[in-house]
């Protein structure tokens, strides 16, 4: 059995310990789809994200700006 990946998750002020349940990323695009194992600093702009809620982000490769989301995986 393949053991999941994990990583750091950072968007705006919140980052975030989380699973990785998908990857399926491209050549063009990050797609991954997540599950929060615990908040390691808390947002002060949005509701606090429970432990265990599944999301789901992409973004274009190569492109960023201010409030983009980071996914720092582990052991890579």
Excluded: Q
């Amino acid at each position: 059995m393949k053991k999941l990946k994990t990583g750091t998750y950072k968007e705006d002020d919140w980052i975030a310990k989380v699973k990785i349940l998908k990857d399926e990323s491209d050549e063009k695009w990050s797609r991954f789809t997540l599950k929060v194992i615990k908040t390691i600093h808390k947002s002060n702009i949005y509701k606090p994200t429970k432990n265990g809620t599944i999301f789901s982000v992409d973004k274009m490769k190569n492109f960023s700006c201010s409030g983009m989301w980071v996914l720092e995986i582990d052991n890579e």
